[in-house]
Each structure stands twice: as structure tokens, then as C-alpha cells.
């Protein structure tokens, strides 16, 4: 049966919220550009926490107070080295970050912090934009020019692609002897899918993705457990894209397209999207290699302490058996410390350095 009705814009200004399902930490700004694997904002669930005795590190009496010294907020997220209070007086006193963690308050004139995160929820862009507004403590609204599709069903996965199509004269049916390498890469659409096996062979062939008019209800347990995106836009059963849905991505084949369908923390897929930018979008970023320096403030882009902040320690190049290399060309790789019992070395392409004014 027919479900809810696709959102359809065949050209003109695309305008996406990317959003926690509860407060989190944004980490972008408006005016920023940012491409498909953007972090827009995070949560985590923080597993330790611990005290700081600030009155008698900073000598204060028991009549001063002790948030007049503070130079962090309640919910801010400290590194390293980074001030936390200061006390003015001869002599001056200060108190800096040992460890990353995020300020919960103060009580008993005790600063209260929590760490050790583990990663509850994220979002990303899933596709190339500007951001254009922030939502607070949830994420951000990205923008850019083309057309988009709001489908009615996806398996939860993102994925990006050149978009081509089913032979729709033959029936515009995904099958076997649609597996090829002619798929390799690309986001295929078709009217629908009726074979469970051809959808699982599509695995070796590493698609962006499937976009169908319609699938059948049996094959959406199948559908769920590949790792492309796979996004119905139409209706579940058996039928063929609407003409509106099939003149619009018709008439971008050959352009790039982006589908973003991410689950919700309850595991209920949200409606997909189908985003085909009018121009193929490539942010522009200041090369890293020529103003990274040892000191600097950075912010982890993906992986396991992605979105956490730390300090560059080193500057390393990319073949360590070739002393005489040039660092300024070699570099491709920092040493970043989060605390000091964490230090990591990551790629150059998956830090982003944060600007302190």
C-alpha cells in the first residue's frame, strides 16, 4: 500500500536539520562549509567523575567566592592545559586542566568534572553544504543549491555516488544481471527489487547505494542488513517510481547524488533523503601541513575520540626511515594529548585546529 507521500524539490535551495534526539555538543559554526562526513554534534555518556579542592588551590577564604575566579562555564569541555580559575593577588594563582573532562558545577566550593566518554549519539552532514543556522546544543541546518527527495523508507545507512539507472524500458526491475561492475560506486535506481538474492550479491560490488520506487515488505529484513544505503521512495509492496520522483533523479543522472538515512537512538529508521547538489561541491580547506603548530588546539573529526579536544605534541612526517624528508611536505601525521595519560597520533585529514580568540 501507498505510505506517506515523498517531499520533492526538483531545483532550488535545500535546506537539512542535522540533530541530536536530545542536548548534546554542537561542533560547528555557522558560515562553516562542510562536506558529507562533517560531525555537526555529538552526545556521550560519561563513565568517571571527580573533585577539585579549588579554595585550597587557590588559597581562597572560606568568605570568597569561589565563581568569581572561575574562567570556564557550567557544561564546558577543558583540555589539557587549558585555565580553569585564576586568583588575582601577590602572588597571582592559577589552576589548569590535568585531564580533559567536562565542568558539571560547583559544590561544597569543590569543582565538579566528568570523563571517560563513550559515544552515545552523532550526526554528520551526509552531504556538501554551508551551515546556515545553529540549532542549539542539538546541531544545525545545512543549505545548499539542487534537488531533493524525501523518501518514505531507509535502511539507516548513508552513502554518496554518480547516479544511474535501470534500464526502465526492460522494467526498470533490479536483479541478478544487474550485478556488474558497471554498479561499482555509483547510487542505482530502479521501479523496485523482487529477488532477495540480488540485493545481498550487490554486496560485492560495493554500490552507493539503491534507490527504489518500491520494495516488497519481505525484502526489507535483507535491506536493513546491507551496508549501503538502500532507500524506498514511493511505497512498500510492489509498484514503480512515481513519475515526479523519476523525472527528478532522471533528469540528474550522471550527478553526484547523496542518501542520508540514519536511525534514531531507538533504532527506528528516520525518512531518508536524497540530496543531489546543483554542482559537485568541494570544500575548500587551508592546508594543514602549512599552519599546524606544536601547541595548537585541535579537534578530533571521526573515529574513537572523535569530537574530543586536544593539544598537538609533535609534528610527525609520513615515513619515519626518511629523516631528511622536508616536514613541511612530509608531514602527515600529529601527535595530539587529551590528558596526561592519553596521547594519540592521527592522520593531518582527521583533526581540524580550533581558533582561540
Known amino acids: 500500500m501507498r505510505s506517506i507521500s515523498t517531499n520533492i524539490i526538483t531545483s532550488g535551495t535545500i535546506r537539512c536539520a542535522r540533530a541530536l534526539s536530545a542536548d548534546g555538543t554542537?561542533?560547528?559554526?555557522?558560515?562553516?562549509?562542510?562536506?558529507?562526513?562533517?560531525?555537526?554534534?555529538?552526545?556521550?555518556?560519561?563513565?568517571?567523575?571527580?573533585?577539585?579542592?579549588?579554595?585550597?588551590?587557590?588559597?581562597?577564604?572560606?568568605?570568597?567566592?569561589?565563581?568569581?575566579?572561575?574562567?570556564?562555564?557550567?557544561?564546558?569541555?577543558?583540555?589539557v592545559g587549558e585555565l580553569i580559575a585564576k586568583r588575582s593577588g601577590n602572588?597571582?594563582?592559577?589552576?589548569?586542566?590535568?585531564?580533559?573532562?567536562?565542568?558539571?558545577?560547583?559544590?561544597?566550593?569543590?569543582?565538579?568534572?566528568?570523563?571517560?566518554?563513550?559515544?552515545?549519539?552523532?550526526?554528520?552532514?551526509?552531504?556538501?553544504?554551508?551551515?546556515?543556522?545553529?540549532?542549539?546544543?542539538?546541531?544545525?541546518?545545512?543549505?545548499?543549491?539542487?534537488?531533493?527527495?524525501?523518501?518514505?523508507?531507509?535502511?539507516?545507512?548513508?552513502?554518496?555516488?554518480?547516479?544511474?539507472?535501470?534500464?526502465?524500458?526492460?522494467?526498470?526491475?533490479?536483479?541478478?544481471?544487474?550485478?556488474?561492475?558497471?554498479?561499482?560506486?555509483?547510487i542505482v535506481f530502479a521501479n523496485t527489487c523482487m529477488d532477495a538474492e540480488a540485493l545481498r550479491s550487490a554486496v560485492k560490488m560495493s554500490p552507493g547505494g539503491l534507490i527504489f520506487g518500491s520494495l516488497p515488505s519481505a525484502l526489507l529484513e535483507t535491506a536493513m542488513k546491507l551496508p549501503f544505503p538502500v532507500i524506498v521512495t514511493d511505497q512498500i509492496g510492489v509498484s514503480r517510481l512515481s513519475d515526479p520522483v523519476h523525472m527528478?533523479?532522471?533528469?540528474?543522472?550522471?550527478?553526484?547524488?547523496?542518501?542520508?538515512?540514519?536511525?534514531?537512538?531507538?533504532?527506528?529508521?528516520?525518512?531518508?533523503?536524497?540530496?543531489?547538489?546543483?554542482?559537485?561541491?568541494?570544500?575548500?580547506?587551508?592546508?594543514?601541513?602549512?599552519?599546524?603548530?606544536?601547541?595548537?588546539?585541535?579537534?578530533?573529526?571521526?573515529?574513537?575520540?572523535?569530537?574530543e579536544i586536544g593539544i598537538v605534541t609533535a609534528l610527525l612526517p609520513g615515513h619515519e626511515e626518511n629523516p631528511e624528508a622536508v616536514i613541511s611536505e612530509a608531514l602527515d601525521r600529529v601527535q595530539v594529548r587529551f590528558d596526561q595519560n592519553t596521547e594519540i597520533i592521527l592522520p593531518i585529514n582527521n583533526i581540524e585546529i580550533i581558533n582561540v580568540k
Request: some cysteine; aromatic content about 8%; hydrophobic content about 35%.
Open 91 to 186: 602572588p597571582p594563582r592559577t589552576l589548569v586542566a590535568k585531564t580533559s573532562a567536562r565542568f558539571l558545577g560547583v559544590s561544597s566550593g569543590n569543582l565538579i568534572f566528568e570523563t571517560d566518554p563513550d559515544d552515545l549519539e552523532k550526526c554528520i552532514a551526509g552531504f556538501p553544504g554551508i551551515i546556515s543556522d545553529i540549532i542549539p546544543a542539538r546541531g544545525a541546518y545545512i543549505e545548499t543549491v539542487g534537488s531533493y527527495l524525501q523518501g518514505i523508507w531507509g535502511n539507516g545507512k548513508t552513502g554518496q555516488g554518480l547516479l544511474l539507472s535501470m534500464d526502465m524500458e526492460k522494467g526498470g526491475i533490479f536483479g541478478l544481471d544487474n550485478i556488474s561492475v558497471d554498479i561499482a560506486g555509483a
Open 248 to 307: 527528478v533523479l532522471g533528469e540528474n543522472i550522471i550527478r553526484f547524488a547523496y542518501l542520508y538515512s540514519t536511525p534514531d537512538p531507538g533504532g527506528m529508521p528516520r525518512r531518508p533523503e536524497i540530496i543531489i547538489p546543483q554542482e559537485e561541491y568541494i570544500p575548500e580547506k587551508e592546508n594543514l601541513r602549512n599552519i599546524l603548530k606544536i601547541g595548537d588546539q585541535v579537534r578530533v573529526i571521526d573515529g574513537f575520540h572523535g569530537g
Open 26 to 79: 554542537v561542533t560547528v559554526f555557522p558560515g562553516q562549509t562542510a562536506d558529507p562526513s562533517t560531525q555537526i554534534a555529538y552526545r556521550k555518556i560519561w563513565r568517571r567523575h571527580f573533585s577539585l579542592d579549588v579554595m585550597r588551590q587557590l588559597d581562597l577564604q572560606y568568605h570568597e567566592e569561589v565563581r568569581d575566579c572561575l574562567a570556564i562555564n557550567q557544561g564546558d569541555f577543558v583540555s
